[in-house]
């Protein structure tokens, strides 16, 4: 008995683990539309792709909500570039995982940072599609200045 348990059991976690292509592509594009909102602080994008439960998690300890984040817009730091690397993705129905690495540089009063991270960000699909309702960073190396 505990062997056929342990075989469903792993038969569903590969199930599980074999990611719809289509999926896959939404995620992706879903996730380059938040990065080209974030570049481009355009608020009106954010509220569509951000949860409205959304935990946005900085690598500083940093935690916003989306309010938060749709507010950032109107603030003094600047995304200037964000380069994602060793991108996976892992869909498991409505839910998506995106594993990343992110080197991403900032402008706030004309000083220019640049912070290597990890993130993952949590997408849920709903009625409108795609949306990030967790996002979690981890600094890999200190921030430097150009």
């Known amino acids: 008995m505990t062997k056929w348990i342990v075989a469903l059991l ?3 976690t590969l199930a ?10 939404q995620v992706l594009a879903a996730s380059d539309a938040l ?8 608020a009106a994008g954010l509220q569509k ?11 500083n300890a940093r935690l916003q909500n989306k309010a938060d984040v749709v507010k950032a817009t ?7 570039a964000m380069d994602f690397s060793e991108v996976t993705v892992r869909v498991y129905g409505a839910t998506a995982l995106v594993r ?6 900032n402008s706030t009063g004309g000083k220019s940072t640049t912070s290597h991270l990890n993130v993952l960000h949590v997408w849920l699909k709903g009625p409108g599609g795609w949306q990030l309702v967790a996002r979690q960073s981890t600094q890999v190396s200190p921030p430097t200045t150009p």
């Open 10 to 12: 792993s038969g569903l």
């Open 16 to 25: 599980a683990a074999q990611p719809d292509p289509n999926a896959v592509k």
């Open 35 to 42: 990065k080209q909102a974030l570049m481009k602080k355009d």
């Open 49 to 59: 792709l951000l949860h409205e439960d959304l935990t946005y998690s900085h690598s």
């Open 74 to 80: 109107t603030g003094q730091t600047t995304i200037e």
């Open 100 to 105: 990343a690495n992110l080197d991403i540089r």
